[in-house]
């Protein structure tokens, strides 16, 4: 099956407080893009943000450049019903971040909790990390979550790769300065537990 379908399949079949990853606020996150005190008008994207409701927090802080990624259109349907009018406010993108969504230099703040895990070989990675490179603007900042060493080695019925934030930074190499990390234990809807670690890199 492939990933748009899987995906799809998912958001059809279950709530968004369903999925193992559902979190009524990503409380971790806001924290670091609290911390960089970006102008309401920074281009923050969500990566598999789908139905994460961190674009409702985003906007209630006044964050008015926003972009939302999914593969699912499913999930993208639940937020922006959620958000009803305030919606419009949002770019809903449905599309594979291994590919060209966002203009050369355009991006801010890359936010991806749980979708680069599930790169698991080198090439989807290699191409992940070309968008990033190519998105994100000298002096902007990329945070990605993902399992911790620890962690679960399968999600959804997929296979995934787990790391520590020496491992995420290692991977997107120097061009990107480490800046902080941090690591949560996740509780899943039915209250099993779930290792989580955050790399938070600036573009040099």
């Not at 748009?4 to 079949?13: C, F, L």
């Amino acid at each position: 099956m492939d990933p748009h379908t899987h995906w799809e399949q998912v958001y059809r079949n279950k709530r968004p407080d369903e999925v193992s990853w559902y979190r009524p606020h990503l409380e971790r996150s806001l924290e670091f893009i609290r911390s960089q005190r970006l102008p309401a008008d920074a281009r923050i994207v969500d990566i598999g943000g789908g139905a994460s409701t961190l674009v409702d927090d985003l906007l209630a802080a006044g964050f008015h450049n926003l972009a939302v990624v999914d593969l699912a259109p499913a999930a993208l349907a639940v937020a922006r019903e959620r958000l009803g009018p305030r919606a419009a406010m949002v770019d809903w993108i449905e599309g594979d971040v291994t590919t060209p969504l966002f203009g050369d230099a355009t991006v801010d703040f890359w936010h991806d909790r749980a979708v680069f895990h599930f790169l698991t070989d080198a090439a989807a990675r290699a191409a992940y990390l070309a968008q990033v490179h190519r998105s994100v603007k000298p002096g902007g900042h990329v945070l990605v979550a993902t399992f911790g060493l620890d962690g679960p080695e399968r999600c959804s019925g997929l296979p995934v790769a787990r790391y520590d934030a020496a491992g995420i930074h290692a991977v997107f190499g120097d061009a990107f300065v480490k800046v902080d990390e941090a690591s949560e234990v996740h509780a899943t809807p039915w209250g099993s537990s779930q290792a989580f670690v955050y790399c938070f890199c600036r573009r040099a």
